[in-house]
């Protein structure tokens, strides 16, 4: 993704994070568009972890725009906290949510992983489209921030 369409889509969901603020959307709502973010997030995710793993070749353009388009992802996280993070929208309030309560109890903590997330997708994006051995190098971190934040706030699977 090349960098004004990131640009495009975090200033759209910035734009959307003040709207939410004006608005503030249902939990559900919430809860849905959460649940959609995070699942763009892993589909960018998915090329690049195949791609470390050598489940399918590398390619340095595709596997710059998946870093692109993640890192804009990331950042349009902590952007977007009013639309994704509303209260009422955790596991113990809607069924098929797995954000946890403690993401509202710790929202210190929260952010500081969110930081952390963002600081990783960007090493991503400086590695990505190098080449094989440097994707791989920034997979580590990246998998650290994702899952370090998800060990705390986000429900297992059932």
């Known amino acids: 993704m090349s960098r004004p369409i990131r640009l495009a889509l975090a200033a759209g969901l910035t734009a959307l994070a ?21 699942k763009l997030m892993g589909a960018h995710l998915g090329v690049l972890g195949a791609m470390a793993k050598g489940e399918t070749d590398y390619d340095a353009a595709t596997a710059g725009a998946a870093a692109g388009a993640l ?21 113990e309030q809607i069924a098929d949510s797995r954000a946890l309560p403690a993401i509202w109890e710790k ?3 929260f952010e500081e992983h969110q930081a952390s997330l963002v600081e990783a997708t960007s090493a991503m994006q400086d590695a990505a489209g190098t080449d094989l051995a440097a994707l791989q190098g920034a997979m580590g971190g990246l998998g650290g921030a994702c899952g370090d934040c998800h060990k705390a706030f986000r429900k297992p699977e059932e």
Do not use: C, I, N, T
């Not at 003040?18 to 995070?38: D, I």
């Open 18 to 38: 003040g709207l939410a603020s004006a608005q503030a959307f249902e939990p559900q709502k919430a809860h849905e568009l959460r649940e959609s973010h995070m």
């Open 107 to 109: 929202m210190g903590e």
């Open 71 to 91: 890192a804009g992802l990331a950042d349009a996280v902590g952007a977007a906290g009013d639309v994704y993070w509303v209260e009422g929208s955790s596991s």
